[in-house]
Every structure is written in structure tokens, then in C-alpha cells.
């Protein structure tokens, strides 16, 4: 089962790296960004994992809808991993605007692993097809829940949004769907 | 199967990704450290991925053996991936001294899906233990080897170096394995 494999990987191999750290990157980042007003007045500190259950997923959110654009990145995370010295890990933050135009500054970004599902489906050599990945990225979503409830470290630290694929005629899906879940923990 | 999983995830990725730049990267790293005399002289210009059978992985090769030296890490390289701007990868450059202190320069590393593998051993929620570990990791060997053998893109530009832990005891096993599959190729 690729998605159990996957949400471990994506657990063990980056968020339990990655969240314990998140707190410190943001108040970094305000200090070194106090030119900008409001920042973070409205929005999340926790990171936003965007999981598609078409496993559909862009390398900019912007391309994706008009109401988020890409503010800047968190400093980087420099790590020594199995040989690779000061690996980076960091993550985007984007401005997502609501249909008043008032901005949440929030860091989101896909599920990387379903980048990993989706291609796969589409090589046959790989075992899979279409009609399992679906299933795929719901076991993937259901296992990494898990994970996470289990886990102290990362405990009020991230928030898992599934896109439900069925609204995406709409151009304001995604940041409707974000600010949802941002508005959801207030 | 975890194993599969994870070897088509390395892959899709990261080696596609990587692999067909690794060339430019070595060029423009001699270029930039042209004071070092001999870079380069003697080595392999392929990504060396150690992946060794006991799935116990070191963050820094010289911790490994004392042949081993990390010399400088190759320029980075920064692709846009799945809402992160500029995701960096990178690889650490290492000189690997023989018995006569004659030193080749490498891009070697783990392969680091198997500290996911490890890490998944050890907790009892993640569903398999030791026993099957090893088994794992050479369903991983194989399965990557064959990814890679049909991947027209990374031909000739890697090398899979299945680590045996029956010579763990001498001090010098790490650097003698890579030398050994560095002159192969010549
Ligand atoms: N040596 C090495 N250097 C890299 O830069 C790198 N990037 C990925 N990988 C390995 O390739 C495979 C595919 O990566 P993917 O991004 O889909 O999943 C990744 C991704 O979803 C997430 N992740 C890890 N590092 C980052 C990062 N810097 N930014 C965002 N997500 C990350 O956590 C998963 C597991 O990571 P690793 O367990 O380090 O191993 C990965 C994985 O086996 C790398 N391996």
C-alpha cells in the first residue's frame, strides 16, 4: 500500500524536522519583515497541508487562483540528512485575500508525496492505476491524520485541508477553501 | 509494500530531478574552486547513493570512517515544487582517501528513504518490524535498479552501492566499498 509508505515518509522524513521548528521561523520572519503592516494580523501560524483528492497539484498556489499570491519564503532550515550537509528545508508564505479583499498571511503548501502518487498512475510500470489513486490519496490523508493525533511534537502545529475536487469550476476554490479551515480554528 | 513505494517516490521525487543537472553542477563547482589543485583528478562525476542493507544511516560520512572527509557541497539548485518557492537540492562533495592517502572526489550520500524504513522499524504503530526490514531494503535495491536501468534520463549519471554490514567492524569499510565501485567504473 504506496499511500501508508508515503504519509510515514512524509511524517518521519519532514513534518516531525520541520514543525517543531515553524514557531520560530514565523516570529523570525516578522522581525525581519516589521516594513509590512498587518503581517499575520489575520491568518495562521500553524502550516496548512493541502491534500487533493485528485492528487492534482501546482508548484504555485497563484496559478491556481487569483485571490492567493506569494508574499516570501521563511528563513531557511539547514539540517545535516544522511549525508547531504545543510539539507534546506523551508516553506512559502502566501497572501490569501477573501472576497472583501481583506489578506490572511498563511504558510501552505501541497502534500509533496501525492506528487509521487499522481505520477505513478500514470506509468504503468509502476503498478498503479488511476481508479486506486483516488483511494490512495484518502488512505494517505487518513493515515497521516493518525500519525499526526499521535504525535506530541507537532501537536497545534499544522492543520491537513482535503480539497474536495468537486468545485473547482469555481476560480476562488482554493482560497475559499483555506480560508475556511483559517477561519475554522478562531 | 513500503519498499516499492519509497523507491518509486526517490525517483519521481528527486533522482529525475537531480540527475540530469548533476553534470552542470560539477562544472560549475570545479570552476568556482579553482585553488584546489587535483579536483576532480581521480573520482566519479555520478551520484554515488549508498544503501546499506542494516538501514543504519549516518548524517555525516566522516562519522563513518576516518578515510572520509566532506569537502565542500555542490551549488544549489532551486526548483518550485508543489507550493514551496525555490525548494533547494543539493549534494555534498566528499574526498575519500585510500590506503596510500591518495584522495578521489565524490557526490555521495545515503539513499534516504531508508531512514524512513529504519525509523518505521522501530515503532510499533507504523506496522512492520525488524525482521522485515532487511527484506525491505533490498525490495527497495531492486526496485530502484530497475526504475533507473529504464530511466533514459539518469543513464550513466548514478551509481547504487548496496552496503553488506558483514565488514562493519573494520574502520575503513565505507571508504574502501566506494573506491572499490568508483575504479569499477573506469
Ligand atoms: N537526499 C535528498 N535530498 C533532497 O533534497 C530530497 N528531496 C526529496 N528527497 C527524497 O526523495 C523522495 C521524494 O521526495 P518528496 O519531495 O516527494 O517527499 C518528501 C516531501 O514530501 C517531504 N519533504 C522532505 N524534504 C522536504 C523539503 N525540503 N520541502 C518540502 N517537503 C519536503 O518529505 C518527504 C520525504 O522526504 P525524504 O525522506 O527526505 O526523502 C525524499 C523522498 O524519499 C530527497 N533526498
Not at 485575500?97 to 489578506?103: I, L, P, R, S, T
Not at 498563511?106 to 483516488?134: D, K
Amino acid at each position: 500500500n504506496v499511500a501508508h509508505g508515503l504519509a510515514w515518509s512524509f511524517y518521519l522524513g519532514y513534518l516531525q524536522l520541520v514543525l517543531p521548528n515553524l514557531e520560530d521561523s514565523i516570529i523570525s520572519f516578522c522581525a525581519s519583515h516589521r516594513s509590512t503592516t498587518h503581517l499575520w494580523g489575520r491568518g495562521s501560524r500553524k502550516l496548512l497541508i493541502l491534500v487533493p483528492l485528485n492528487a492534482n497539484i501546482s508548484h504555485k498556489l497563484e496559478d491556481e487562483d487569483s485571490n492567493i499570491h506569494f508574499y516570501d519564503n521563511l528563513p531557511n532550515n539547514e539540517i545535516d540528512r544522511a549525508g547531504v550537509r545543510g539539507r534546506v528545508y523551508k516553506h512559502s508564505v502566501y497572501r490569501v485575500m477573501d472576497e472583501d479583499g481583506k489578506a490572511s498571511d498563511c504558510v501552505v503548501e501541497y502534500a509533496t508525496p501525492l506528487l509521487t502518487l499522481y505520477n505513478m498512475s500514470q506509468l504503468s510500470s509502476a503498478g498503479f492505476g488511476e481508479p486506486e489513486r483516488r483511494q490512495q490519496v484518502l488512505l494517505f490523508f487518513r493515515t497521516l491524520q493518525e500519525i499526526l493525533d499521535n504525535s506530541l511534537e507537532c501537536r497545534n502545529r499544522y492543520k491537513l485541508i482535503l480539497l474536495n475536487d468537486e468545485h473547482e469550476e469555481d476560480p476562488h476554490f482554493l482560497s475559499k477553501a483555506i480560508l475556511r479551515h483559517v477561519q475554522q480554528q478562531e
